[in-house]
């Protein structure tokens, strides 16, 4: 089992980013996905989260209306859009991977490495 995210990286405040996450070696299409971030000395967050089919989105109070989930079941990926992003969006964010749609993270099987994200003008 193997999750790889990308797309992170620098960007003004204000900016945009999208996200992917690529997952191998489980059954994609009937997993829940969620993301995730941790900044230095905080614990890891949930962001939000996509049901497997994809009909069911959930997010965190601090991006609702900013960011956007979804995913490609044919290709085994999962997006997150980030737009308005603030200072305070700085962080490592993770995809993981459960059978159902989670906001705890203890409760999700499979994990990314991780992609930093650096919102800073």
């Known amino acids: 089992v193997q999750l790889v995210e990308s797309g992170g990286g620098l960007v003004q405040p204000g900016g945009s980013l999208r996200l992917s996450c690529a997952a191998f070696g489980f059954t994609f299409s009937s997993s829940a996905m969620g993301w995730f971030r941790q900044a230095p000395g905080k614990e890891r967050e949930f962001v939000g989260g996509?049901?497997?089919?994809?009909?069911?989105?959930y997010y965190a109070d601090s991006v609702k209306g900013r960011f956007d989930i979804s995913r490609d079941n044919a290709k085994n990926m999962v997006y997150l859009q980030m737009n308005s992003l603030k200072p305070e969006d700085t962080a490592v964010y993770y995809c993981a991977a459960e059978n159902f749609l989670t906001t705890v993270a203890r409760e999700y099987d499979y994990w990314g490495q991780g992609t930093q994200v650096t919102v800073s003008s």
């Open positions: 996509i049901s497997w089919s994809g009909s069911i989105t």
